[in-house]
């Protein structure tokens, strides 16, 4: 559960920043109706989508990574004869 509302949380991030992006970008059509808008913030929304689930899956990747290499280094030994 906690996959799929971190999907959505990205998702969200994605179209706002598409949002953002089209409405400081302006509009160069003369005419354009709410679905035209829509239409565009969704598109650009795809690829923005993708390289943010890529972006947390290489993150998660590397966290998992360093934690399971934490958890396998050698103790702490202590005393003289430490090499």
């Known amino acids: ?26 509009s160069e059509t003369i005419t354009e109706s709410p679905t035209d808008v829509a239409g565009e913030i969704a598109i650009v929304a795809i690829p923005i989508f993708v390289f943010l689930v890529l972006i ?6 590397i966290a998992k990574t ?13 005393g003289p004869n430490t090499v």
């Not at 996959?3 to 409405?23: E, G, N, P, R, Y």
């Open 66 to 78: 360093v934690k399971k290499r934490n958890k396998k280094s050698l103790p702490n030994q202590e």
């Open 56 to 61: 947390y899956g290489i993150a998660r990747t």
């Open 1 to 26: 559960m906690k996959f799929f509302k971190t999907i959505f949380i990205l998702f969200l991030l994605s179209a706002a920043t598409s949002a953002v992006v089209f409405f400081l970008n302006g």
